[in-house]
């Protein structure tokens, strides 16, 4: 079956060190990946997409790899800050142009603690 | 820029009403999805307009769901009558171009609670 997975397990790391999380996904050849921050109360908020011919996207402090060999794509919270501290969803596009639908993982909640 | 807005922020019904949860994307964005979480699971598409035609809606639960967009603005999304399993929230989403690939704007969400 189809499936996405991400770290089940709540993260807690410390101040200033690097957060990464992880999204394995099985029987999807996604065109693209995202990986959108989503805070009580609200809705998603984008971060960054990579490419499946991408291998990695940074921008500012956040860098994403994509491995389609392993079917696996990795996030980095550089100089992390307790204003990270927030649940972090990986998101799959699976359909081609004109059929926009993204199918998600479970979210990874991340504390950074001071 | 105004953001996606969601109307009402919470909704506590009986099983066997009807509920109407509204969205208004961010102006002239052409993709309107909608998307339910319930507690415990992932987020799961529903169905996804451009402009005001249905271009998927192969996530609609049953037939006991109504989605419209009038005139390719905001979209309502109507569950007659409301189950228990209907219990979640519900999320809009919108992003600019037909037909191309963006990011996806979101609304805060409708927290439906059928009792």
């Known amino acids: 079956s189809q499936k996405i997975e991400q770290n089940s397990e709540a993260l807690n790391i410390q101040e200033g060190k690097t957060a990464t999380l992880t999204c394995n996904y099985t029987?999807?050849?996604?065109?693209?990946l995202q990986w959108y921050r989503q805070d009580p109360g609200r809705g998603p908020v984008f971060l960054l997409l990579i490419r499946e011919n991408e291998k990695e996207k940074r921008k500012e402090r956040l860098k994403v790899t994509f491995d389609t060999t392993l079917k696996q794509s990795l996030f980095h919270i550089t100089a992390s800050q307790p204003a990270d501290s927030a649940t972090y969803l990986c998101?799959?596009?699976?359909?081609?142009?004109?059929?926009?639908?993204?199918?998600w993982g479970l979210g990874t909640s991340l504390a950074v603690n001071p | 820029e105004a953001g996606v807005t969601q109307f009402p922020s919470h909704s506590v019904i009986e099983k066997g009403q009807t509920v109407t949860l509204r969205c208004d994307p961010i102006?002239?964005?052409?993709?309107l999805y909608w998307y339910r979480r319930v507690m415990g699971k992932e987020i799961k598409f529903l169905l996804h307009f451009v402009k005001e035609s249905k271009q998927d809606e192969s996530g609609m639960p049953n037939n006991r769901f109504l989605a419209e967009r009038t005139g390719g603005t905001y979209s309502t999304l109507k569950v007659q009558p409301a189950e228990l399993e209907d219990s979640g929230v519900y999320f809009c989403?919108?992003?600019?171009?037909?037909?191309?690939?963006?990011?996806?704007?979101f609304g805060p969400g409708t927290r439906l609670t059928v009792l």
């Open positions: 989403a919108s992003s600019p171009l037909a037909g191309g690939y963006n990011e996806q704007f």
């Open positions: 998101a799959l596009d699976v359909l081609p142009p004109n059929n926009r639908k993204l199918i």
């Open positions: 029987n999807y050849s996604p065109a693209y």
């Open positions: 102006s002239g964005h052409d993709n």
